[in-house]
Each structure stands twice: as structure tokens, then as C-alpha cells.
């Protein structure tokens, strides 16, 4: 037989083909099983980076307002511009046009972006206006792009500069209140998992990763308007006297509240440039001997002794005593004078009576019980201890050189600090830049009678034959104390070089401020404090005063008649109730 | 049970198969339409949020006391009062 059926002759074949396809259905199954069991993650994740997209939602910096709510440093967005090189690259011939629309050198630019050519990213110019990032947008340079970040803005310039600090490029609290309250004041970015279309609007909002919290808003104890009023007054002191540097710190007697804080030479924070010395805030850092500022705490120690009353006759002449072996002056022989002249003329010699008769624990306790030698609490960055060695160290010489504020180094916040004791009647409140509204009730550093005693000891500094009655407000009665003393030079004290002191309050029969004024190294012909920094005293404590409407409590008789004049109606016999209240608001008819 | 009517209930699940993912569409349409005017809501707010800040910045600026101090003084020629030109009226 020739014909045979081939399936019989050839089985072979048959279970080769059925193997084959047995094996590609195999593939299949294993394919399938591979892609949808063991890579489905990453496959899932590689699908969805496709269209999916994160999106960071910007959260600004809190704003700092002073105590009235007038805003001392505000965020607003401004536009980075950003490229991507390789796809900048390709549009060189538009280089120049970008450089000259930002103010950039055009080669400096090329160098940059070659330096950078394998990034996706780079910053071509950082925080410029909304204006000059539109046009920038407008030239439609392929691969640039805009970037919303924010920066922030300082109406009050350099007046608030030490104070309020600054932020870097990034937004970031560098100096100062920003440094110290950047957790508080700064915001935390958010983001969301957006659906984009092909045109790049989003569609739909997947998840929320992160909730954006914007930044807190910060109040601070400052007043703007005396802030302003104690820069101008200094400025114009620095001037006129042709110091190297000054502070003023103005305080609130009763809770330790800092109403104003200034330093020159200052430095605009609106510019990224200023000198590191500049930047520094001199009232809270730097550090000087107190001098004659110091003695009505050397007599408040007197006084708690028990050995002094504030008429204890002591023995000032001939104007010099040797201590050891050095000797301690008064610029006068003021002889027989009691405890509240020695005040009054500021006599070393009496003041070194008093340090020398009591026992050296008791100067110390009123020493360091009202701030000397220990930061005020105030938690300002970088504030500076001073220097008070404890008692058990002193030697003679030391007790005497302490007694008139030589040996011991404070801060212009320490020393407003220490004469709020005295103004408040003997309690110490930590110094603070934030509102204090139920103020904590202070530790006792002095007893109330000692401090109302140097209160009207102080009051006579300023009175007729005084030191400090150029430190006199009209209509106010004044206490006060001016110190002048000699820098630290290479070798020794400086006969020459000065640092010209006034501290003070008022009113003084019931304080309300306290200010400190610090000229350092007055160049011209007055150096001494009551000459060069009590006149800085007057003007910024008349315009305080008046500002928080404190009532005067030596009024003046008024020798104008403005009252017709300007009211059209005698206040002499209307109460202030009756006035109808368009009187002051309109013109007089 | 007959033909006939299972035949018919089909047709009617298969209706509304239909219509109930036509409305599925339609949602979501609705919902992307609703979610791009939230966005643009929330980009208005966002403006004027920053704007507000641009003119808290500016009136702080213009109203700033080392500008105002010389107008006050030089072009207005204002001053304060001397105390002798002051009368205190104590409220009774």
C-alpha cells in the first residue's frame, strides 16, 4: 500500500506541535502572572508618575507687628527666575537680551550655565519683582521659567533693624526676634497629589499629603513711634558729638517690657549688605562698665544695711583716698555731705565709703539680686551675661573700683533693667520683647522703702546742682543718674576715650519708663554723660511721655492763651465732656 | 418562570447598566468641572491674600515716622506744643 494516513506514520509530529503550543499558552499564563502579581507595584507607580504630579502648596512667614498692630516685617511673593540649561542652551542668541533685562554680566551668565550644563535646574536670578518677571516671561527664552517664593519686606528700615533681624534668601530667621521666634513665625509648606491633563491644569485633586500652616503672626512689646523718636534722637546726638556708636533702650517701669531698643551705626535689612558690626545689636551685646550709674545701687546696699540713712553725714575731703594702693578721686573736694548729695555730685569717694563700711555679701546680693552679671531673661539671641565676680573673690581695692561701677560690666538692657527695680519699688522683672499682659508678680530685690528713697535721691541729679540737669523734661519731675567712664584701651583705662552714661525714669513719683542712654566715645569737646547723653534722655523720655499719654506731674502753668484760639470756646470753664465732639475734628468757624 | 420575561428583565439590566455609567461620566465630568472653578477660587483668594500684603506693606511704608516727621515738620510746618502752650483738663 502506498497511501497511508500520514497521522498514523508521523505521531512524533503531532506531540512536537502540541508541545509548542502548550508552551507559548505557558508564556502567556507566566507573562501574565508575571506582570500582574509580581512587578504590579512598580508597573502600577511607573503608570501613575505619568500623569500623577505633586504639587507643593506655599505657606508664608508670619508677620511681626509692633504693639499697636503697625507691622514691622512683612512677607510678600516675589518671582525667582529659574532655567533649565540644556534646553537654555539651545537658545543662545537670546542670552543676551535675559542678561540685560536682569542686569546680569552676559558672560558671566555663560560661564554659569556652562559650569551647570548637566542640571535640570538652575536659579538665574532670585527674588526680583512681579513687574520684571513678567517681562522677563514676556521675551519667551525657551527653558526659563518663574518660581513663586517669598521675601521679606521692613518698612521701618534700619530704626527697627537690631531689634526685628533679619531673614536669608531662603526665608529663614538669621538674627535677632526672627532668629528667636523662627519656629513660631515661620510656615510650613504643604502638598497635594494632583491629576494634570496634557495641557498641565490640574484635574483633579487625588490626595492631601501635608496641610500648608502658614506662618504666626508675633506682636512685640515695641512701639513704633518711640522707636522712632529715640533713633532720631540719638542720630542727631551721634552727630552733633561725634560718637562712634549709642543705644537707647526705652522700658516699661512696671512689667520690664522693651518700648523701644536702638543702636547706631545701623544697617538696612531691605539690603543684603551691612557689616557684621553693623548688624550687631549693641544694646543687648555689648558690654561696658557702669561708672557712676551703678551708685544708687552701692547706696541702696548702704541703706538695707541698717549703718546709712539717706542724710548719714560722710567725709568726702580732700577729694582723694587711697584704697590699698591706688587711690580713688571726686572732681571737687565736696567735704561733709550726707549719702543723698553724694548722689547728687556723684562723689567716688563717698560711694567707696559706703562699699568699704558694709559687709562685701551685702553689696553683692543688691548687685546680682537686680541683674548684674546674668542675661535678663529676655532670651535675645546672643545677649551678653556681664561680668560680676562673687564676693567671696573681692579684694579691698575691688570692693572700693565696684563701688563707682569700674570692675563689673553690664548691657544697656541690664542696666534699664536694674533701674526698673528702683522704679517699681524693688521688683526685678525679666526683660521681655513681647507684650506682658498680667505681669507676674517680680522677685523682691529690694526692699520698697529703699527704693522710693534713691528714687527721690535720684530725683535731685536732676534738680539744681546736679549732674544731670540737662536729663529734665518740663512738666515732669525726673530721676536719673549720669555716668562717665573710661574705655578699656591696650594698656589700662584710656585717659582719653569715654563712654557717656544716662540712666533714668518717670515720673518720678510713680514711674512708668525707664530709659538707658549709652554714648560710646563721644569725639568732641563734651564727653561727660550728664552733658552728651542726659539731653538724648530729656527729648526721648518728653516724647514718650507724651506719646502713651502719661499725665505730667509738675504741670506747668499754660502762659497762652491758645484755648480761644484754637477751640473757639473758653476750656477754662467747659469740661472736656461737654465739648461737642466735631470741635475736634473740624475747624474752628 | 417563561422566555419571554427574561428576556425582557435582561433588556431592563442592560438599560440600566447603561444609564448608570453614563451618569458615571457625567459626574465626574461635573466634578473635574467643579474642582478647575475651586481652583480658580482658591488662586482669586490666594491673589488677593498677596495683594492685601502688598498694600499692608505699602501704607506701612508710606506711613513710616521718618517720612512723616520731616512733612509734618518742613512742608506743613506743624509742631508740638510747648508744655506753657498746654492746658491739662482734668476730667471731673
Known amino acids: 500500500m502506498t497511501t497511508t494516513a500520514p497521522f498514523t506514520l508521523h505521531p512524533a509530529r503531532r506531540i512536537v506541535v502540541f508541545a509548542l503550543l502548550a508552551l507559548a499558552g505557558l508564556t502567556l499564563v507566566w507573562r501574565a502572572v508575571d506582570l500582574h502579581v509580581v512587578h504590579k507595584e512598580f508597573l502600577r507607580d511607573q503608570g501613575e508618575a505619568r500623569y500623577l504630579r505633586v504639587v507643593a502648596l506655599p505657606a508664608h512667614r508670619g508677620i511681626i507687628t509692633d504693639r499697636n498692630g503697625e507691622p514691622l516685617a512683612v512677607s510678600t511673593p516675589v518671582e525667582s527666575v529659574w532655567a533649565n540649561p540644556r534646553e537654555l542652551a539651545t537658545a543662545q542668541a ?38 520684571l518677571a513678567a517681562r522677563v516671561m514676556a521675551l519667551n527664552v525657551p527653558g526659563v521659567a518663574l518660581m513663586r517664593e517669598y521675601r521679606r519686606y521692613y518698612p521701618d528700615g534700619e530704626i527697627m533693624a537690631h531689634v526685628v533681624g533679619i531673614t536669608n534668601v531662603d526665608d529663614i530667621g538669621q538674627e535677632a526676634i526672627e532668629l528667636a521666634y523662627d519656629d513660631w513665625l515661620r510656615g510650613v509648606p504643604g502638598a497635594k497629589r494632583v491629576i494634570k491633563d496634557r ?24 512701639d513704633r513711634r518711640i522707636q522712632y523718636l529715640a533713633y532720631r534722637e540719638l542720630k542727631t546726638a551721634l552727630l552733633q558729638h561725634k560718637a562712634r ?8 517701669a512696671g512689667t520690664g517690657e522693651v518700648l523701644a531698643m536702638v543702636n547706631l551705626p545701623a544697617y538696612n535689612p531691605n539690603r543684603s549688605n ?19 550709674t551703678i551708685k544708687p545701687f552701692t547706696v541702696a546696699a548702704a541703706l538695707e544695711s541698717g549703718l546709712y540713712q539717706p542724710d548719714t553725714m560722710i567725709d568726702t575731703a580732700p577729694g582723694l583716698l587711697r584704697v590699698g594702693n591706688k587711690s580713688v578721686r571726686d572732681i571737687h573736694d565736696y567735704g561733709r555731705i550726707d549719702v543723698a548729695t553724694v548722689i547728687q555730685k556723684s562723689s567716688n569717694i563717698g560711694a567707696t565709703k559706703m562699699a568699704l563700711a558694709i559687709s562685701r555679701e551685702q553689696l553683692w546680693r543688691i548687685f546680682s539680686g537686680v541683674g548684674f552679671g546674668a542675661a535678663t531673661g529676655s532670651s535675645f539671641p546672643g545677649e551678653a551675661d556681664g561680668v560680676l565676680t562673687y564676693h567671696t573673690h573681692w579684694r579691698e581695692v575691688e570692693r572700693a573700683t565696684l563701688a563707682f561701677g569700674y570692675g563689673v560690666s553690664t548691657t544697656a538692657l541690664q542696666l534699664a533693667s536694674a533701674y526698673a527695680v528702683i522704679a517699681n519699688g524693688g521688683q526685678l522683672h525679666p526683660a521681655s520683647f513681647l507684650p506682658v499682659k498680667n505681669p507676674p508678680h517680680g522677685n523682691t530685690v529690694m526692699q520698697s522703702d529703699t527704693a522710693a528713697a534713691l528714687r527721690s535721691m535720684l530725683e535731685r541729679v536732676t534738680n539744681e546742682g546736679g549732674t544731670g540737669t540737662q536729663a529734665r523734661v518740663t512738666g515732669y ?113 | 418562570m417563561n422566555l419571554q ?19 458615571v461620566v457625567y459626574a465626574r465630568h461635573e466634578g473635574r468641572k467643579l474642582f478647575i472653578e475651586l481652583q480658580a477660587l482658591q488662586q482669586v483668594r490666594d491673589d488677593m491674600d498677596v495683594e492685601w500684603g502688598q498694600l499692608q506693606l505699602e501704607q506701612s511704608t508710606w506711613a513710616t515716622h521718618s517720612r512723616i516727621d520731616p512733612i509734618a515738620r518742613e512742608k506743613l510746618e506743624m509742631s508740638v506744643p510747648a508744655p506753657d502752650a498746654i492746658q491739662i483738663i482734668k476730667q471731673p
Open chain 2, 5 to 23: 420575561g427574561d428576556k425582557l428583565f435582561a433588556a431592563l439590566l442592560a438599560l440600566a447598566a447603561l444609564a448608570s455609567a453614563l451618569a
Open chain 1, 199 to 222: 495641557l498641565g491644569r490640574i484635574v483633579e485633586d487625588v490626595e492631601s499629603l501635608s496641610i500648608p500652616r502658614p506662618g504666626r503672626e508675633l506682636r512685640l512689646s515695641l
Open chain 1, 94 to 131: 537670546d542670552w543676551p537680551r535675559l542678561s540685560a533685562l536682569l542686569d546680569l554680566d552676559s558672560t558671566g551668565l555663560a560661564a554659569y550655565l556652562a559650569e551647570r550644563l548637566e542640571r535640570e535646574f538652575v536659579y538665574i536670578k532670585r527674588r526680583i519683582d512681579p513687574d
Open chain 1, 274 to 292: 551691612g557689616s557684621r558690626s553693623d548688624k550687631r545689636n549693641r544694646a543687648v551685646t555689648d558690654l561696658f562698665e557702669p561708672g557712676s
Open chain 1, 477 to 589: 519731675r525726673v530721676g536719673g543718674k549720669t555716668g562717665t567712664v573710661h574705655k578699656v584701651g591696650a594698656r589700662g583705662y584710656d585717659k582719653n576715650r569715654y563712654v557717656a552714661l544716662f540712666a533714668g525714669f518717670a515720673p518720678a513719683h510713680h514711674p512708668r519708663l525707664v530709659t538707658v542712654v549709652v554714648i560710646n566715645e563721644p569725639g568732641g569737646e563734651q564727653y561727660y554723660g550728664g552733658q552728651v547723653a542726659a539731653p538724648v534722655f530729656s527729648r526721648v523720655m518728653a516724647g514718650a511721655l507724651r506719646l502713651l499719654n502719661i499725665a505730667p506731674d509738675a504741670p506747668v502753668a499754660p502762659t497762652q492763651q491758645l484755648a480761644h484760639n484754637v477751640l473757639g470756646t473758653d476750656l477754662h470753664q467747659t469740661s472736656i465732656i461737654n465739648l461737642p465732639s466735631d470741635t475736634y475734628t473740624g475747624d474752628a468757624e
Open chain 1, 245 to 252: 556708636s549709642g543705644s537707647v533702650v526705652v522700658m516699661e
